[in-house]
């Protein structure tokens, strides 16, 4: 029997699993592969009462534009610092929970924390700027209570260029932390117990453990996870900062994704904004592409 | 030399207990201080005195925010919007996993890398928000279920999870002659509790907590529900429901006390259905990501 004979009785006698595949290639081609084919109103001067077919084609005018703006530098600026900040200060703290949740003998205990520190996940983008906006208002909040006990002014966070990027930082540390241990956890729960025990025999104390067993052992999950949060380094937390930022702000609050919804969908650029979303779509596959490729060849793993 | 060692040990145990309590009270404070905040009196809230302890405690707030219509309407409107919702993700999850699970059909393989490939690879906002409007989504609940019904991260928990199947649980079945859609809902749906309770966990919240769709996809202030509403209370302070009410009401009452209480009010839902459902994304989650 051929190969080709060989598929189609395979399709035939399983005809019926096909079948559940349509209701997901029907999804997968509206709202997915439509909004993509949409991308190319980058290159055009869209009209909407035009649409794709008769607007005319511009080229690269849009991205043109978007590189000669004066917005540009200030937007990839803040962009980059905010993500790079959430990446050296946050990336690191799901890895430290995981490590000393490890350390934990008392299931109890370790169920305890767990729920509350995972909690924070699960509440709204829209409820967490409600919280801290209120915690820390310059006239009712307790932050401000504490400092001005402490003698010092009441600050109001949320106008300050100086501290807006820090709350954002803040904040979402806040939400994710807890959460994004969960991959370090279950990386460490499948390491051989008796590597533990071996080196305990050694004489190996806990802390030496840290370094020679379990930090070793999830080393390419570390990888892994370090290469997928780079590949979404242009993604700064738009929803985010879109609930948090005011005018004041945008001159450390403004990013790539604010701008393209500003642009988009209150000013009505639809093709400029849309060329604006390619830009950061396409720079953000590339770090994905090239930082799997790197990660087979430094730890043999990749993600797919 | 042995006793130093197990002191140090002891030190670095009582460091790791130290540590993971203070990130749960860091995880706990803001919401302590609101929960505290809308518990109390006007005058203790402008104080600012407010810390753990409810100052003067009062219920007026939490009474004000469940009778206010307003709220209640936006509450319906994502109860309803997260039931049908998650539902339906949960539905459409499941049956696509199940035939994705089996690689070595033919052409199995090319339909999961079209999956994987709208993870790192979209259309954006301009061109999703052009798609809505052709569709004639706008101001239509549909608009926030119909482009969320399959999350592909889930999806691909989900096919991890059958993937990780014994596979002489179907062979079996098969030899008794069942077909193979005969087999997914008499016999896989039932054993993959915890993979359906972690899917519709993450797809509840989703639907639940979602602002930015309704904000792009809705005007009419009918459909408005729970966070755009909270946005305009919480963010915004638009108190105009507030001014609405006569002032005798309003002794104990104050826009502060009534954002908090809103904020407290929100989060219940979660807040009970979390719990419930964690041993089993917990379970759900490491088995589903073995594969990663």
């Given at each position: ?115 509350i520190i995972y909690l924070p996940h699960f509440l709204s983008w829209v409820i967490i700027a409600g919280l801290f906006v209120n915690i820390m208002s310059p006239q009712t909040g307790i932050v ?161 | ?131 809505i409007k052709n569709l004639n989504l706008m101001d239509n609940l549909g608009s926030l279920i119909l482009p969320a019904l399959i999350n592909v991260f889930n999806m691909l928990l989900m096919k ?104 407290i009010v929100s989060t219940i839902p979660i807040l009970l259905v979390y719990p419930l459902l964690q041993k089993y994304f917990i379970k759900g989650i490491l088995i589903g990501s073995v594969k990663?």
């Amino acid at each position: 029997m051929n190969r080709g004979n060989h598929w189609i009785s395979q399709i035939k006698r399983n005809y019926d699993l096909y079948l559940l595949l349509i209701p997901g290639l029907v999804f997968l081609a509206i709202f997915k592969y439509t909004p993509i084919y949409g991308l190319v109103i980058a290159f055009q001067d869209f009209n909407i009462f035009k649409g794709i077919g008769d607007s005319p084609w511009v080229g690269f005018k849009q991205f043109e534009r978007l590189f000669a703006s004066d917005e540009f530098g200030n937007i990839m600026t803040n962009t980059l610092l905010i993500s790079l900040y959430k990446i050296v200060i946050l990336f690191p703290i799901p890895i430290i929970i995981a490590i000393l949740l490890n350390e934990v003998g008392r299931m109890w205990f370790k169920r305890t924390i767990q729920t509350i520190i995972y909690l924070p996940h699960f509440l709204s983008w829209v409820i967490i700027a409600g919280l801290f906006v209120n915690i820390m208002s310059p006239q009712t909040g307790i932050v401000n209570g504490i400092i001005s006990y402490f003698g010092g002014e009441p600050i109001n966070f949320f106008m300050d260029n100086s501290f807006f990027r820090s709350i954002i930082v803040a904040t979402a540390g806040w939400k994710e932390a807890g959460w994004n241990a969960i991959i370090f956890i279950a990386a460490i729960a499948g390491l051989d117990p008796e590597l533990y025990e071996a080196s305990k025999l050694d004489g190996a104390s806990r802390i030496q453990q840290v370094f020679t067993i379990t930090l070793p052992g999830i080393a390419s999950t570390i990888v892994l996870m370090l290469i997928l949060r780079i590949g979404s380094v242009l993604e700064a937390g738009t929803e985010q900062i879109l609930l948090l930022y005011n005018p004041t702000v945008y001159e450390t609050g403004d990013v790539i994704g604010t701008y393209i919804y500003r642009m988009g969908l209150t000013s009505m650029e639809y093709s400029f904004s849309t060329a604006v979303g390619l830009f950061e779509s396409v720079i953000g596959f590339i770090l994905v592409i090239g930082g799997n490729a790197l990660a087979k060849r430094v730890t043999g793993k990749s993600i797919w | 030399m042995k006793i130093k060692q197990s002191l140090s040990e002891r030190v670095y145990i009582w460091l790791v207990y130290i540590i993971l309590i203070g990130s749960a009270i860091l995880c706990l404070f803001p919401f302590l201080n609101v929960l505290a905040k809308s518990l109390s009196s006007n005058w203790a809230i402008i104080s600012g005195k407010v810390g753990l302890m409810p100052i003067a405690f009062t219920m007026e707030n939490m009474i004000f925010v469940i009778r206010d219509q307003l709220f209640q309407k936006a509450f319906l409107v994502s109860i309803y919007v997260t039931v049908v919702g998650t539902l339906g993700s949960v539905l459409f999850t499941a049956v696509t996993a199940y035939p994705l699970s089996k690689k070595h059909l033919p052409g199995i393989k090319f339909i999961l890398l079209l999956y994987i490939f709208t993870m790192l690879f979209n259309g954006g906002l301009v061109p999703s928000y052009l798609l809505i409007k052709n569709l004639n989504l706008m101001d239509n609940l549909g608009s926030l279920i119909l482009p969320a019904l399959i999350n592909v991260f889930n999806m691909l928990l989900m096919k991890n999870y059958y993937e990780s199947l014994p596979e002489s649980l179907e062979e079996s079945a098969k030899l008794d002659g069942a077909s193979n859609l005969r087999i997914v809902f008499s016999i896989i749906i039932p054993i993959s509790a915890p993979v359906f309770a972690t899917i519709s966990l993450f797809y509840a919240v989703a639907y639940w907590s979602n602002w930015f769709s309704p904000m792009l996809y809705l005007n009419d202030p009918a459909l408005k529900p729970l966070q755009l509403y909270l946005r305009d209370i919480v963010l915004q302070a638009s108190d105009e429901n507030l001014l609405n009410q006569d002032i005798d009401s309003l002794l104990n009452l104050s826009p502060e006390g009534i954002r908090n209480a809103t904020i407290i009010v929100s989060t219940i839902p979660i807040l009970l259905v979390y719990p419930l459902l964690q041993k089993y994304f917990i379970k759900g989650i490491l088995i589903g990501s073995v594969k990663g």
